[in-house]
């Protein structure tokens, strides 16, 4: 048998394939390959939705409609400030809201963390109790909160009975001046189980030395609470903090629900009121530009909590 | 390397993309049966509601049975998803040849270019009830089997021992004998003497409200140009009609809690009941002779109601519209007309059909609802701006209902409309 030299024609595509073939090649194929599912996703449900809504709030485009969008330039942005009251109305609202359900419910999540992280019998059966309310579908949660908060619904009756007739209390969610608490009574509710989860989470992460050695150093629980759990939990704290303002700006489903952002616009938010301009209007192009406002503010807002609650060196 | 990363993620965006652009592919017309006959794909709204199914899978048996050319095949949605389903197909260029759609939807859809015009015989679409035909720009677009509408619903021993006059359909309550009505009947025990169905949302409040506006005198929008809601829905007439409407809720006479629906009025716990065709026929099992069938109050221009429910429709992209209008005209046959009417309780939309139907005939139980629709129905404003429209007037009357400054309110509704018409051009009506 003859050995034949490789022809130059030959050459060409063995010397790309040897460059497939060799292991730095090969790494970089299986890492695309193995990135291509996620990586088409992403673009094609986060990039392009996001650029789209960008590129959307700078004209006047509509859900349904024969005529091609224009540029209308800040128009939209212009208007969400000077001539919507209800999108400052519902600004309003949804700072209200997180002003009082961000520290509040990571108040009383860290205080379930703490109760449920002793060693007590049956303290499973709490965990689980606290934690219902979350793995329970928020439109369920809702549409039940619904008929309790009615005029002759369960909250009023059981007010009517503990004041023994004095106070039978108000229609909550159809008087502008208790709607947006009482939203706020169910929200906390809902979703404090899940940050006492993570609360303990990272109870757990704390080493029991450090409690020895404070008990031997004669620490009430009061100081053993601020001198080592506090700091202990300060990781904790910064996620707690920033997911539950973000989850509370984008609130959205209950208001959807409950009232319809009414009465009077009492409970109307951001996210709600970009849901109904851009698809009950069908102004898609205003609803963007109402998202956008909303990212930015987000964004200032998880940007200013990073700063106040970064480690100092 | 850097090179190669380019194709590759082109491949693969490709790959994506083609399987996006197949999902896209199914429910287009154009296909061919077995037997080579024309495919007409036909959308409905009743997968929730089998009585009505029923009715369309006859139509569309005899349909297919009666003639060698097309074959009809149907695709029922559940009505909560029916217009979004829509909506999207028209986006991908997916819309089957036959729809069916809600009244008041239809400019809007006519304008985006969804449609085409029907072209049905003048004999057909003349026959029908004024509100089951749909106009948009002086052309018919959509054409209905039947009509819905609202009436309130009374015991006639509740109002002769209350000393309440029964009105009729020529002499129906005046704005003074409505308010005695209710005092007296409020007097008389009832906790809320009437259940205008308050505690629902969406279509309802403009369906249900929009005309005690028109019978004070006011409107939606001014249609004689329907580029503008100023002076029709903020005018004096406008904000008498707030006021009334306020004052009904304020005073104790209505409520907004309870359940959708005209159980209350089942079981006695109002007075009277405002309240759709469609609810009639169990009103009737639960008080029989008892129960009466009433006009709205007239409020100074006359009683109204909403007219307008669902119709049939060709879209634009149709690949065989001959075969779609031959199916239309066959299906608008009185035997199914009566058929739909008497299934499903809604009023026939021809005069025959009522007729021949066991209940809206001339002896027929619910009558006067045949003659309310026929004498008062008012259509909901026939302009794409309705979307629009619709949903400002159901949150500014949800404000008055609260309390809101009557006045503030429509002002706000009114600006809210006419910015959105100036934003998209006037809708074509310039």
Known sequence: ??????????????????RFRSIKGRETWAGLAMMAPAGILLILFLAIPVILAF???????????????????????????????????????????????????AGLGLLLAVLVNRRLRGVTAFRVIFFVPVVTSIVVVSILWKFMYQKDGLINSMIDTLTFGAWSGVDWLNNPSTALGAIIVLSIWQAVGFHMIIWLAGLQTIPEELYEAAKMDGASPWRQFTNVTWPGLRPTMVFVLVTITIAALGLFVQVDVMTQGGPMASTSTIVFHAVRKGYEQQEIGYASAISLIFFVAVLLVALIQRRLTREKA | MKRRTI??????????????????????????????????????????????????????????????????????????????????????????????????????????????????????????LPTAVGKWDDKIYSAGYWDAALAIFARKSVLEKNGIRIPTIDQPWTEDEFAAALAALKAGGYDTPIDIGAEDTGEWWPYAYSPFLQSFGGDLIDRSTMLSAKGALNGPEAVAWGEWFQKLFADGYAGNSGTVGNQEF??????????????????????????LILPPPDLGNGPKIGGGSWQWAISSTCPDADGARKYLEFSFQDEYLTAFADNQIVIPSTESAAEASKYFGTDGVLRPFVELSQKFAVPRPETPAYAVISSTFESAAKDIMSGADVKTTLDNAVSEIDANIASNDGYGFK
Request: charged content about 15%; proline content about 7%.
């Open chain 1, 1 to 18: 048998m003859t050995v034949t030299p490789p022809t130059v024609a030959a050459e060409t595509p063995r010397r790309s394939l040897r």
């Open chain 1, 55 to 105: 590129t959307l709030s700078f004209t006047n485009a509509r859900l349904i409609s024969p005529n091609p969008p224009r540029f209308v330039g800040l128009d939209n942005f212009v208007r969400a400030f000077t001539a919507d009251p209800v999108f400052l109305q519902s600004a309003w609202n949804t700072f209200v809201f997180a002003l009082v359900v961000v520290p509040v419910q």
């Open chain 2, 7 to 128: 194709p590759i993620l082109a491949t693969a965006a490709l790959t994506g993309l083609l399987a996006l652009t197949g999902c896209g592919q199914a429910g287009q017309g154009g296909a061919q049966s077995a037997d080579g006959r024309t495919q007409l794909t036909m959308w409905t709204h009743s997968a929730g509601n089998p009585a009505e199914l029923k009715v369309y899978d006859k139509i569309i048996a005899d349909f297919n049975a009666s003639q060698d050319e097309y074959e009809v095949v149907n695709e029922a949605f559940p009505q909560g998803a029916y217009n979004d389903a829509i909506v999207a197909a028209a986006a991908s260029g997916d819309l089957p040849c036959l729809l069916d759609l809600d009244g008041p939807i239809m400019p809007n859809w006519a304008w985006a270019g969804y449609l085409q015009p029907l072209d049905l015989p003048e004999e057909l679409t003349g026959s029908l």
């Open chain 2, 266 to 291: 089942v079981d006695d716990k109002v007075g009277l009941s405002y309240t759709g065709v469609w609810n009639a026929l169990d009103s009737l099992d639960a008080v029989g002779d008892d129960l």
